[in-house]
């Protein structure tokens, strides 16, 4: 059995007995590699093969070559096939670059001879990884080609590619990345784009002269955000530890320290459920500006986000998988989450809104009650309710309840308040923000309210964190700080789902 041609768009997807069998036969192609090309260094698995190409670079030199020309020039690139077609004295193939780029290579008995076009016919197959060196042409149909000279196995595929010309479904392209990256250029430039994100990130960052920095993973207190943690055990210091919820407390230490302006890209681990918005594990961003507050912080976090929808789309209107165009440019609404609220629902809720009203105001909406309800948690489970499906452009959401916000200081002349945002965009959270709480006796007092709400068996309240409060007592400046999901940023400016931003998931 072979499978030289590619499938057309109808075929079906091979059995398993299909497969099993297609693997055997490209089992006994690699022993038979081994056995023919021991000289070969590695016969079916050299351990490199002379390239001086590119595919990327000769179809950026040779692109415009009218059909039928030569160029006299040699050259000598490997790829892998992704299309093959046998026809008697000559033999094409599809070589593809890992950026998916591809160039034709054709195998021709006046070129090659007999023995080495045979050889091809019998030995090669979709998926292989091949090394061709001759003459860089137009084919007479105008397709871009190396007539071959020379070919050689550079690694041969056991096992058979999925229909190139089938969509993988997502279950399959989260659970075989590496094959949704051959056959799908979505996902080729969705890693691009968070490569092109992460640079335009630490480029603004390093033209406001902000500094980057590593905290710990490991930490023997978890904090710095209400989450449920992951628990593990160190064998050296014989103690619980926790992954990272976030990298809040350690990078206020560095602030204290005079580290002004300090941020850090890394990944957090929430042990809590997932969707399309929510991994357990995913790449946080989160930065720190001595001397600014929140609304500085929110303007830094519209030139990030700004300058790196620039850096992947070109402009800031982006342009989603599903052909919708979003505009993140322009100066982005902030409004009042109490405000919004009452404006939404046609009720009035301010922080002095008893729990007691907001109970009856949340059954009259068919709201659910979260579990250790208090004012705070069913103020944001109202807005959401109310408010956050309405938002279509970037909107800061300003001034928090005071008692979901143990992190933050308060309003500086609305009581009952913090000064904090959360950013929507394409109708989640992106980023949050604080005008941070530097004073370490408010901050105790709100760590101790936190021990309570935990002791009641609330899992996502914070703890009392001594080191911490430790670094506080030495004196913080007055900071804004925010904090933003990668994942997220990506599904913002691509419209993909947080999964198909993640390289490599976490699946069951």
């Not at 929808?309 to 165009?325: H, L, N």
Request: hydrophobic share 40%; glycine share 8%; net charge negative.
């Amino acid at each position: 059995m072979t499978d030289t041609t590619a499938p057309t768009s109808d075929a079906p997807e091979p059995t398993e007995e299909e497969v099993f069998e297609q693997k055997a036969v490209r089992l006994a192609k690699r022993e038979r590699l081994i056995a023919e090309r021991a000289d070969a260094a590695g016969g079916a698995y050299p351990v490199g093969v002379p390239v001086t190409d590119t595919i990327p670079a000769l179809r950026a030199r040779f692109g415009d070559l009218e059909a039928g020309a030569e160029t006299g020039e040699t050259a000598a690139v490997a790829g892998r096939i992704v299309f093959s077609r046998n026809t008697g004295k000559l033999c094409f193939a599809t070589l593809q670059a890992g950026d998916g780029s591809r160039i034709q290579a054709m195998v021709s008995l006046a070129s090659v001879g007999d023995e080495s076009l045979q050889a091809w016919k019998e030995l090669v197959d979709l998926g292989d990884h091949v090394f061709v060196t001759g003459e860089v042409i137009s084919s007479r149909r105008g397709e871009l080609s190396i007539m071959v000279a020379d070919w050689q196995i550079a690694a041969k595929a056991i096992m058979p590619l999925p229909n190139m010309y089938t969509e993988l479904s997502e279950e399959s392209r989260v659970r075989s990345r590496f094959l949704d990256l051959i056959v799908r250029d979505r996902a080729r430039e969705t890693v691009v784009a968070r490569a092109k994100v992460n640079a335009s990130l630490r480029q603004t960052f390093t033209a406001h002269e902000f500094i980057e920095v590593e905290t710990p993973m490991l930490q023997v207190q978890h904090g710095g955000a209400s989450a449920r943690p992951f628990i593990t055990n160190s064998n050296a210091f014989d103690a619980d530890l926790y992954l990272r919820i976030a990298p809040e407390l350690f990078l206020k230490r560095a602030v204290v320290g005079g580290i002004d302006r300090v941020y850090e890209i890394n990944r957090n681990f929430r042990n809590e459920g997932a969707d399309s918005t929510h991994s357990p594990e995913f790449a946080m961003l989160e930065a720190y500006q001595a001397y600014s507050d929140y609304n500085g912080i929110a303007d830094l976090t519209q030139e990030l986000i700004q300058n790196a929808a620039v850096a992947v789309a070109g402009s800031t209107t982006v342009t989603w998988a599903d052909g919708t165009e979003y505009d993140l440019g322009g100066q982005w609404d902030r409004l009042s989450m109490y405000a919004s609220l009452s404006e939404a629902s046609g009720r009035e809720v301010t922080p002095q809104t008893s729990l007691d009203e907001l109970l009856a105001f949340a059954a009259d909406a068919g709201v659910d009650v979260p579990p250790h309800a208090t004012h705070g948690k069913l103020v944001e489970e109202l807005w959401e309710h109310f408010v956050k499906t309405g938002l279509t452009r970037p909107t800061f959401v300003m001034d928090f309840p005071l008692d979901t916000s143990p992190l933050v200081r308060e309003h500086r002349s609305i009581p009952g308040v913090v000064e904090k945002w959360d950013l929507y965009v394409r109708g989640f959270e992106l980023a949050t923000g604080y005008s941070e709480l530097v004073d370490p006796v408010i901050q105790r007092e709100r760590f101790v309210e936190q021990a309570k709400l935990a002791a009641r068996g609330d899992l996502e309240a914070m703890r009392i964190d001594e080191e911490f409060l430790r670094a506080l007592e030495h004196g913080m400046p007055p900071t804004g700080g925010m904090g933003m999901g990668i994942d997220r940023l990506l599904m913002a400016i691509t419209g993909l789902g947080i999964r198909e931003t993640i390289l490599f998931p976490l699946v069951k």
